[in-house]
């Protein structure tokens, strides 16, 4: 009895479970060749936005630092060519980062962001120092609709 | 519980029932039981003016709210902090504040400070009713905010400026300077300076610290940190002997900026620009950070155990050969106490030599203990204890340059309390425009002038009954009135007028400083103002101070850190250390000069620059090239570690803790800001290491020794005064040939010392040495500010730019010392009382 019911019954159910996922779409993917497109409003590397005109939007005011649970970031002011204040040293420590995107939501002149980038892993410690011209230059291509997303809500 | 005492008043606050005294307003009054009432404009000492109206409360019976800060207490008024009306009346005062306001926290740098900040937050609504563009001041077309200089180091956002007036009222009722106001109105109205005006005046850093909001930075603090990330460190100045407290401020191992940190005592909650500034030179470019060997030409690095063997070695050597009285040491008088009495020890106990000094800057140091000297010095003087007097005489200083914030007591006592200010100086200084009477004597006559006061003072009958004062006339030279107002060349009716209103003063305070200290007659000056203190009865009803001028020359003193010492001081140490050279030590003076001929071999110079800042420069170069061995730990390469055969690294008041004795003889302790940079040490740590190669160590740490120092700190050297007239002669010295203009070599405000040329906050107010003229002097020699004159004595030379001075009226020549690119002490003469030089014009090529 004990024999059909493990043997003669299960046994083709299995085999047609496997069958039925041959023909599906797989759930893996490529990883290294295939990247996911990550949820909007996942926290990953960050970036530094600039103003239109290509000027840095980070004055320097220190409140992502203050802000930030693991004491990341570090920074030194200075002063522009017109008397402006702007970060002369910027920097994030990556493997201190928790990623909770305080610095994100602390920042007054919207310049700090956490972008969808996740791949991290490098062999030295220094590589993740992480500066403010990387993460000037990480900036994504911005969609045009979402600029003008962020247009109106910079608004309100 | 109306009280009967008619100096008091009773009012509810809140509630509660508080008994002030008449004239409290409202605001301190409900301070004093600990209610807070928000305030912009209120400051503890100033007038108030009530421009903000930050500080309502709603008072019964009144039909509007009223403005604490300048409503005075009544009896039974009955006060609301806290109703709903006052938090409406709050919420409105916001709004109007906020109206132009630019809300740029990110970028201005009192964020995190901001009393509008914290007020806002506290009591405001985050919406306005207005919404109509903000009026925008930019002055500088080419910023997109306002930026504006004021002055060296003061910039003006006048966009957040919330018209308070505290800069603009501070700097007239305290400093007495005019050089900021308030323009225009309404709308528009603008802080700004005179035209053609700078904001540069010593006192000139307390307006940034004052402004409740960030309408006034400095160029030290603007961008480069946000407040909250430093931590504050107590500490001490370092750049007169008043000790103002400070605060640093510093982030990892930078100091970012120095506050004051009120001391009612002491500063009142100012500071000078000195103090203000002067902690760049811990960061500055230049620092010493190893070790130097002399090796054929060049000094070249070593390490400290390399110096240190040679050191020992070299002394060793000197002391076994000849004795160590062919050793002398120097000491800066701005070191902390634990280097002064560990280089005493060092010298008195390992080496065996009484030759230590720390009077770098005197002409012919006096060969004993002065006892007179101690008899005033010892005496209580305080800085607060000035708004007692009455009359206040201040004698052979430039107050304000020397002693910025002891000037403002002198400031507070004359134009608050209506005391008189009598100055008695060679040339006119900036005190003259709130003197009473500003007497100008010839170039060393003070004595005879001291004299004609006395004798004035017996004529008018007004001596104090505690002295016999009719042996002044035969004591005295000279002894008639009309022959002093010759000599000094001050006019007699002058001399009576000041001796009847310090005859009749009832509390007098007397401070005399740099120009007689320094002078080679010092004695019989003492022995003049001695005189007069007996006369007037100063010893009971009156103070007097002989300001000394260093950070740490009091302690110094009380160190022993000089040559010959009352048997008192002698018997203390020989308790203290078990032994006590047996030979007369030199003075700094006579170090040199016995260097000179060859019978000091070594000397050790710790923290101070006598190349730079000893009268005669030419003699402390010959004394300083014949010597064998010269050993200088400095902060910074001088002139004198440029000659030296080892050169230790110093470290700098921040970077170790210790304390300072004021003028008062107050013990003022300082904490450690950051490390010692690189392998620089402190200077009780050099002494150590020295005393241990040769012998034995002088500590074990330096909190051991503590007790020690304390106990000579606290020791009171008590004598008796004598009540007996001492005799004075002048003698008088007469300009000879063609050297004929009476020169003075002066600090300038913003620079001490040998130290403060390297803080660029500081150089930014006077960065090289210049020579004050007379306008009409001036004229004479067809100069201009900026004009190059050179200046000859009969010893050297130097070619200085001129400024024409606001206040100097008669020929004297008044240059600045101690920059190390003009070394003006060439041109002083050792055994001469009044140096004479001859001025002219450099002729354009
Ligand atoms: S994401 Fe969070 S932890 Fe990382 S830097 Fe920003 S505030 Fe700091
Ligand atoms: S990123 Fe934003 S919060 Fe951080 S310093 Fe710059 S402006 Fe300030
Ligand atoms: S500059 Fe500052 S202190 Fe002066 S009036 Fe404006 S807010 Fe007040
Ligand atoms: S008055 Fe003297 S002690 Fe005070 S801050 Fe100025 S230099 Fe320093
Ligand atoms: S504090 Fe009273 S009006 Fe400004």
Known sequence: MNFIRTVIIALPKGFYTTLKHLFKKPVTRKYPYERREMAPRYRGKHYLERYDDGTERCVCCGLCAASCPADAIYMEGGETDNGERFAKVYEINLLRCIFCGFCEEACPEEAIFLGHEYEFSDDNRDSFIYTKEQMLANRPKEKPFKRIIRKVRRIF | ????????????????????????????????????????????????????????????????????????????????????????????????????????????????????????????????????????????????????????????????????????????????????????????????????????????????????????????????????????????????????????????????RATSRRNDAIDEGWICNRGRYGYQIANAEGRLTVPLIKRGERQENATWDEAIELIARRFKEIKDKKGGVCIGGLAYPGLDSASLYAFSKLFRTILNSNNVDFRIDYKMLPEEPGDLYTQITSRKFSIA???????????????????????????????????????????????????????????????????????????????????????????????????????????????????????????????????????????????????????????????????????????????????????????????????????????????????????????????????????????????????????????????????????????????????????????????????????????YDICNKIASALKEPLFESVARMQPDIMRLLLREENPEIQRELREVKTSVEQASGEYTVPLFVVDQAHHFAHLTERSKSLSAFCSEAHLELSPSMAEKLHAETGTLIRVESEVGKVILPVIISEHIDNDVAVVTRNFSANPVNDLQMRKQRVDYVRLTRVEEK
């Open chain 2, 1 to 256: 519980m109306s009280s009967a005492d008619d100096n008091k008043v009773t009012l509810t606050i809140d509630g509660r029932e508080v008994t002030v005294p008449r004239g409290m307003t409202v605001l301190e009054a409900a301070k004093s039981i600990g209610i807070e009432i928000p305030t912009f404009c209120w400051h503890p000492k100033l007038k108030p003016v009530g421009a903000c109206r930050m500080c309502y409360v709603e008072i019964e019976k009144m039909p509007k709210l009223a403005v604490s800060c300048a409503t005075e207490a009544m009896p039974g008024m009955v006060v609301h902090t806290d109703s709903d009306l006052v938090k409406q009346g709050r919420r409105a005062v916001l709004e109007f504040i906020l109206l132009n306001h630019p809300l740029d926290c990110p970028t201005c740098d009192k964020g995190g400070e901001c009393d509008l900040q914290d007020l806002t937050f506290a009591h405001g609504i985050d919406d306005s009713q207005f919404d109509f563009n903000k009026y925008r001041f930019i002055r500088d077309k080419k910023s997109t905010f306002d930026d504006y200089r004021l002055g060296p180091e003061i910039i003006r956002n006048q966009n957040r400026c919330i018209l308070c007036y505290k800069c603009v009222r501070s700097n007239k009722e305290v400093f007495g300077e005019y050089d900021l106001g308030a323009f225009q109105r309404g709308n528009i109205t603008e802080i700004d300076t005179g035209p053609g005006q700078q904001v540069d005046s010593i006192y000139s850093g307390n307006l940034v610290e004052i402004c409740p909001v960030g309408a006034l930075t400095n160029t030290d603090w603007r961008y480069n940190i946000r407040v909250w990330k430093t931590q504050k460190v107590n500490s001490i100045c370092q750049y007169c002997a008043d000790g103002c407290n400070l605060t640093l401020w510093k982030d990892r191992q930078k100091i970012y």
């Open chain 2, 385 to 683: 204890g000035i708004e007692n007097s009455d009359v206040v005489l201040v004698i052979g200083s430039n107050l304000i340059n020397e002693h910025p914030i002891t000037n403002l007591r002198v400031r507070k006592v004359v134009t608050q309390k209506g005391a008189k200010l009598y100055t008695l100086n060679p040339f006119a200084t900036k005190s003259g425009d709130i003197s009473t009477d500003e007497i100008i004597y010839r170039a060393g006559t003070v004595e005879a002038l001291i004299n004609g006061l006395c004798v004035s003072i017996v004529e008018q009958k007004l001596a104090s009954d505690t002295v016999d004062a009719s042996k002044l006339a035969t004591r005295v030279e000279p002894n008639t009135v009309a022959q002093a107002a010759k000599i000094s060349g001050v006019e007699a009716d002058r001399i009576v007028g000041l001796a009847q209103a310090l005859g009749e003063a009832k509390h007098i305070t007397l401070i005399t400083g740099e120009l007689l200290s320094t002078s080679i007659t010092r004695d019989a000056i003492t022995a003049a103002i001695m005189n007069l203190a007996l006369l007037c009865g100063m010893a009971e009803n009156g103070q007097i101070g002989f300001l000394s001028k260093y950070a740490n020359s009091k302690g110094a003193e009380k160190l022993g850190v000089m040559p010959l010492l009352s048997d008192s001081l002698i018997a203390e140490m020989k308790t203290l250390w078990g032994g006590y050279p047996e030979q007369k030590g030199l003075g700094a003076d006579r170090m040199i000069l016995s260097a000179k001929k060859e019978e000091i071999d070594a000397l050790f110079v710790m923290g101070s620059d006598p190349m730079l800042c000893y009268p005669d420069g030419q003699f402390v170069r010959e004394g300083i090239e014949k010597l064998d061995f010269l050993v200088v730990a400095d902060l910074f390469e001088t002139r004198t570690t440029q000659m030296a055969d080892v050169v230790l690294p110093l470290s700098s008041i921040a970077e170790m803790s210790g304390d300072f004795v004021n003028l008062e003889g107050t013990v003022q302790h300082f904490d450690q800001a950051i490390k010692p940079l690189g392998q620089s040490m402190p200077g």
